[in-house]
């Protein structure tokens, strides 16, 4: 009997997305395949949020041991047998491990590091061969249907053949100005470069936890924070920082929220829609799923259990009442009054364990979202799109509170402030340094106001299907820009009479709405021109998928994502 020949598995890329995928694969009790992970990096697990390109020694997590699936081991079991010079130098004891609390992302990322490296024994104890190419870029992927592989070409012009591909290469930021205009930043990261000492105002773009990110790092190289007799954290500029500043700029002005205590760590909740449940509604509605369905399913009628009261306050609105009211209650407060609030509702969250739960339940209802997005019309993802997920991006931010504590002080120091810009703001490049940043104020009028330094930090950009790293899977067709269809075409052409460039009309009379990135299936498998999927190629990178994965939450998207992936493959 000829024996069967062994399955040749490829990830591209060594993070957090890849470590999840290798171990589903190491767990999958199958034995006829090898892999090799290329990594651009020289280390595995850390991916850019947890090693030098995304973090500092003085960045955290916003997940704590608790939240995060357990690898081989959990954190708390692997720092009893961490470097002590690591555990030293984060001030971080495994006799007295608290489970609930946030951790220095390098940190964080050395145990990433050391789960894969527990990983490959298992793996080699299976006798799955791994194949591990460090500092290994991958130039381009071109698909063989002929021969049903898929050729991985690295950029010395080795090319290696597979029979399946994973591509798991996460962030992106690309460079537009960087490089040419002096004091202008395309990201935070790496957070080296912009520990800067300045004596002048800097200019940050967003409120998210990027703009946290750049914030922790300026604030140590211009002063530092230190605690009064009360135990109270203030900041103090340096003699040669007077005059520095930060100032963000958000389009609605406001905050994101405070770190809680979580009733499930894992963000799921058994009462949300099954797979099923989004099959037989498409079959009622047309093949489409609404988003009215989604939000009444996954979010409203979960309260008429778990908060009567809150249920009554919300059971009459939809998306658009819904998150009116609740941008209603965040304007009335002035920014960092709310912070201060929010802080303290945080605080006694945590120490009676006690949820926040309607935040709590909107973070759940945002990760839901993912698998129904597909579906959406193009009318439902607009709606989405404008309302929902602007105040989903504030509430489910989860901003640590040490990192509060920190934001508190720099204001009350006058060193840090926010501004609303709205929608419709300008960066224009200066001629000679910097920016001068463009917005209408509150009171309607048009301000402009130069900076000498200028960092971008609205997070990881959602990039279009031509922003794509493997370039013969576009001039081959391989993969398809993704798009919505419109259910009202009336709506569609007043879309198009409006300047909206991303409302096409195919040759068929139908109306659609591109959305970042490229077209996936619901295993995560790239689809051609033709529509039809390809069987060897996935991709779970989270910058070319945002068109159809509104919300992708860090581990909890490399979790759900690797195990749709592996189960397709097996």
């Not at 090799?36 to 697990?45: D, P």
């Not at 010395?156 to 537009?176: M, R, Y």
């Not at 279009?464 to 370039?471: G, L, M, S």
């Amino acid at each position: 009997m000829k024996k069967k020949a062994k399955k040749h598995i490829a990830i591209l890329g060594g993070g957090p997305s890849g470590l999840f995928i290798y171990k589903r694969l190491v767990e999958a009790n199958l034995h006829n395949f090898e892999v090799t992970i290329f990594e651009r990096k020289n280390q595995l697990g850390v991916g850019m949020p947890y090693s030098k390109e995304g973090a500092s020694d003085e960045h955290i997590t916003n997940v704590s041991d608790n939240e995060v699936p357990d690898f081989v081991n959990s954190i708390e079991e692997w720092s009893k047998t961490a470097p002590k010079a690591l555990l030293d130098k984060y001030k971080i004891n495994p006799e007295n491990f608290n489970e609930y609390k946030v951790l220095p992302r390098l940190f964080f990322g050395a145990y990433l590091q050391a789960q894969f490296e527990l990983l490959t024994t298992k793996a080699e104890e299976k006798g799955i061969k791994t194949d591990i190419r460090l500092n290994c870029k991958v130039e381009d992927l071109i698909y063989k249907k002929a021969l049903n592989k898929v050729w991985v070409k690295i950029e010395n012009q080795s090319v290696f053949k597979f029979d399946e591909v994973i591509i798991a290469t996460g962030h992106n930021w690309p460079h537009l100005h960087e490089d040419k205009v002096s004091g202008y930043f395309d990201s935070p990261y790496p957070p080296a470069k912009i520990a800067l000492k300045l004596n002048h105002p800097v200019a940050i773009k967003g409120s998210s936890l990027t703009a946290i990110d750049a914030i922790r790092t300026l604030s140590r190289k211009n002063g530092t924070f230190q605690k009064d007799n009360s135990g109270k954290l203030f900041y103090k500029l340096n003699r040669d920082s007077t005059e520095f500043k930060m100032v963000m700029h958000s389009r609605n002005g406001m905050l994101p929220a405070v770190r809680f205590h979580l009733e499930d760590s894992h963000l799921k909740n058994d009462s949300l829609l099954t797979i099923e449940d989004f099959a037989k509604h498409r079959a009622e509605n047309n093949g489409f799923i609404s988003l009215d369905f989604v939000f009444e399913k996954d979010f409203k009628e979960i309260f008429k259990e778990k908060d009567p009261s809150f249920y009554k306050q919300i059971k009459d609105l939809d998306v658009e009442g819904f998150v009116d009211a609740m941008m209603g209650l965040r304007e009335k407060l002035e920014p960092f009054q709310l912070l201060k609030a929010e802080y303290a509702q945080a605080q006694k969250s945590i120490k009676y364990k006690e949820s926040v739960y309607w935040k709590e339940m909107l973070a759940i209802l945002s990760f839901s979202m993912n698998y129904p997005a597909k579906y959406f019309s193009a009318e439902d993802m607009m709606r989405l799109q404008k309302k929902l997920m602007p105040l989903i991006s504030i509430v489910i931010a989860f901003v640590p509170q040490s990192s509060c504590e920190e934001l508190i002080a720099l204001n009350e120091a006058g060193v840090l402030e926010i501004v609303s810009v709205g929608n419709d703001s300008e960066i224009e490049i200066a001629d000679e340094i910097g920016i001068i940043y463009h917005y209408t104020n509150e009171d309607n009028e048009e301000i402009a106001i130069p900076f000498k330094t200028f960092i971008d930090c609205v997070g990881q950009p959602h990039l279009n299907y031509d922003k794509f790293p493997f370039k013969s899977l576009i001039s081959n067709h391989e993969i398809t820009p993704a798009r919505l269809k419109f259910k009202d075409k009336k709506l569609a052409e007043q879309e198009i009479s409006n300047q909206n460039e991303n409302v096409e009309q195919d040759n068929d009379g139908e109306f659609y709405l591109r959305v970042p990135g490229i077209t996936i299936n619901d295993d995560f498998q790239i689809v051609n021109r033709e529509g039809k999927v390809n069987p060897h190629i996935f991709i779970m990178a989270v910058p070319y998928i945002g068109g159809f994965n509104p919300d992708y939450s860090g581990i909890d998207f490399c979790e759900e994502a690797s195990k749709r992936i592996i189960a397709k493959m097996i």
